[in-house]
Each structure stands twice: as structure tokens, then as C-alpha cells.
T-cell receptor, first 116, second 113 residues
Framework: DTAVSQTPKYLVTQMGNDKSIKCEQNLGHDTMYWYKQDSKKFLKIMFSYNNKELIINETVPNRFSPKSPDKAHLNLHINSLELGDSAVYFC???????????????FGPGTRLLVL | AQSVSQHNHHVILSEAASLELGCNYSYGGTVNLFWYVQYPGQHLQLLLKYFSGDPLVKGIKGFEAEFIKSKFSFNLRKPSVQWSDTAEYFCAVMNTGFQKLVFGTGTRLLVSP
């Protein structure tokens, strides 16, 4: 029944490691997003994909690489993790954002990443 | 660049008090407006949204918001809060041309029983 799901829910890792977070949506949406929520709860968009094509890429370090194998999945791979990467990462999805209507985004439960 | 301001960072209310959370944005074109709520330890859920039409929109759990275009505002209101409304509230704005949702910094609401 879960509309937008993410795995894992918690991720604790050492600096320098490489890790991936997975996101899946079963809403039939065309557009998926990754957001980062920092320790002060500020939410900022990182990436957006529409039908597997990258459409938004904010000023995110190259260490972050999103991958969309199909329109229902958007994974986030992070290389060489740093302390400052510790945050909650939220995946979201919406209907076709390129239709110009400004569709509602539905969020996943978040992945809490702690880099030690 | 688009920005969203939420003036109240922390609000503490007693149950049954009325709530108004401010939200102002800085874009002059056509926008879609949203309020999301994040309960402790949970993900963001949509409370309400404004796309067009009646500027007074009603959402879930008795919340409503009024879009005042001349003031670039979209304040959230609830006449009588409950303890279960304790959460973080985020205003967000989407410029329909950029398809990007920009969030405010959030307001943490604590409702004491």
C-alpha cells in the first residue's frame, strides 16, 4: 500500500565509504525527486527526474549520483561520504511536472544517514 | 531567485488555542502554494494546496490557508489546535515555470495538553 518507499530507513557509516539509498513509488507518477533535510530541518531539492531523464540538478557535489532505472525508481548513490552528508534524505514523486501544472509531490518516509 | 519565509520558527500553544502560521514568498509570477506537515519521526504529508480559484483553501484535520496575492502570503490557520497537532509545518512554493518546490525553513509547533 505504501505509495513512496525508501530503503534503508537508517544508515550509519564511516567517512569515505560509498552508500546507496533506494526509492520506489507505486503511484504511476512520471517525476521523482531527492531532497535533503539538514539538522535544522531545512529541506532543499537535490535532483529531479522525469521519465528517467534528469531535469533538475541543484548545486550538489559530484559525489552524489542519482540513477533512475525506470520511472518508478530513483536511487541515490553517494561516494566518499563526508560528515556533512549526515542528514535525512527524502524521496518524492509527482505526476508529470513538465506538464506545467505544478503537481503535488508525495514524500517517502525518509532515510536518516549518519556519517561517523 | 525564489524564496519562502516562515516568520515563526517555534510556536507554543495550549490546546484549544487558535493558530496562525505566517508564510511569505518572493516570486511575482504564477505560483502554486502548499503546506506540508511533518509529525515527529515521520515523513512530510500534504495538509493543503492552492493552485487557482478560491483563495481560501481547506485542508485536512481542520486546517485552512488563505492566499493573498497582493501580500505574497499564504498563512495557515486552525481555529482550535489539539495536542496531536504538535509537528513541524512547512510552507512551500512552486513556480509553475521551474517545476521546483521551494520550502520555507519550517515552524515547529508544540501544543501542550
Amino acid at each position: 500500500d505504501t505509495a513512496v518507499s525508501q530503503t534503508p530507513k537508517y544508515l550509519v557509516t564511516q567517512m569515505g565509504n560509498d552508500k546507496s539509498i533506494k526509492c520506489e513509488q507505486n503511484l504511476g507518477h512520471d517525476t521523482m525527486y531527492w531532497y535533503k533535510q539538514d539538522s535544522k530541518k531545512f529541506l532543499k531539492i537535490m535532483f529531479s527526474y522525469n521519465n528517467k531523464e534528469l531535469i533538475i540538478n541543484e548545486t550538489v557535489p559530484n559525489r552524489f549520483s542519482p540513477k533512475s532505472p525506470d520511472k518508478a525508481h530513483l536511487n541515490l548513490h553517494i561516494n566518499s561520504l563526508e560528515l556533512g552528508d549526515s542528514a535525512v534524505y527524502f524521496c518524492a514523486s509527482s505526476q508529470d511536472s513538465l506538464a506545467g501544472g505544478g503537481e503535488t509531490q508525495y514524500f517517502g518516509p525518509g532515510t536518516r544517514l549518519l556519517v561517523l | 531567485a525564489q524564496s519562502v519565509s516562515q516568520h515563526n520558527h517555534h510556536v507554543i500553544l495550549s490546546e484549544a488555542a487558535s493558530l496562525e502560521l505566517g508564510c511569505n514568498y518572493s516570486y511575482g509570477g504564477t505560483v502554486n502554494l502548499f503546506w506540508y506537515v511533518q509529525y515527529p519521526g515521520q515523513h512530510l504529508q500534504l495538509l493543503l494546496k492552492y493552485f487557482s480559484g478560491d483563495p481560501l483553501v481547506k485542508g485536512i484535520k481542520g486546517f485552512e490557508a488563505e492566499f493573498i496575492k497582493s501580500k505574497f502570503s499564504f498563512n495557515l490557520r486552525k481555529p482550535s489546535v489539539q495536542w496531536s497537532d504538535t509537528a513541524e509545518y512547512f510552507c512551500a512554493v512552486m513556480n509553475t515555470g521551474f517545476q521546483k518546490l521551494v520550502f520555507g525553513t519550517g515552524t515547529r509547533l508544540l501544543v501542550s495538553p
